[in-house]
Nanobody, 127 residues
């Protein structure tokens, strides 16, 4: 079956960097929209970075300029490069694939909900 598998989380200090990986199992990443989401304790899940239909990335305002979503089709892997991390970035990060719903916002068409989700990888940023 389809299963995204995240890795790369950990504990870092403010200003540090991490790169999350999402290895695809049971599907080919080049054929599907994918995205990264996060959920902190007591908060709703939020979209962090999603592939837009034009090939660019759509980012939450809170991570613009610091996070970059990318895909390596040869390795069948999605990445999230996170730089200048802040304590507010502390959360469980999830990879998602296979778009369920698309929306158009800010001149960009992108997937807003996905069918398959990974188990998550924890990111903790200390001050």
């Amino acid at each position: 079956g389809v299963q995204p598998v995240e890795s790369g989380g950990g504990s870092v200090q403010t200003g540090g960097s991490l790169r999350l990986s999402c290895v695809a199992s049971g599907y080919t990443v080049s054929r599907y929209s994918m995205g990264w989401f996060r959920q902190a304790p007591g908060k709703e899940r939020e979209g962090v970075a999603t592939e837009a239909d034009d090939g660019s990335g759509r980012y939450a305002d809170s991570v613009k300029g610091r996070f970059t979503i990318s895909k390596d089709n040869a390795k069948n892997t999605l990445y999230l490069q996170m730089n200048d991390l802040k304590p507010d970035d502390t959360a469980m990060y999830y990879c998602a694939t296979h778009c369920r719903y698309r929306k158009y916002d800010g001149g960009m068409r992108f997937c807003s909900d996905f069918r398959y989700w990974g188990q998550g990888t924890q990111v903790t940023v200390s001050s």
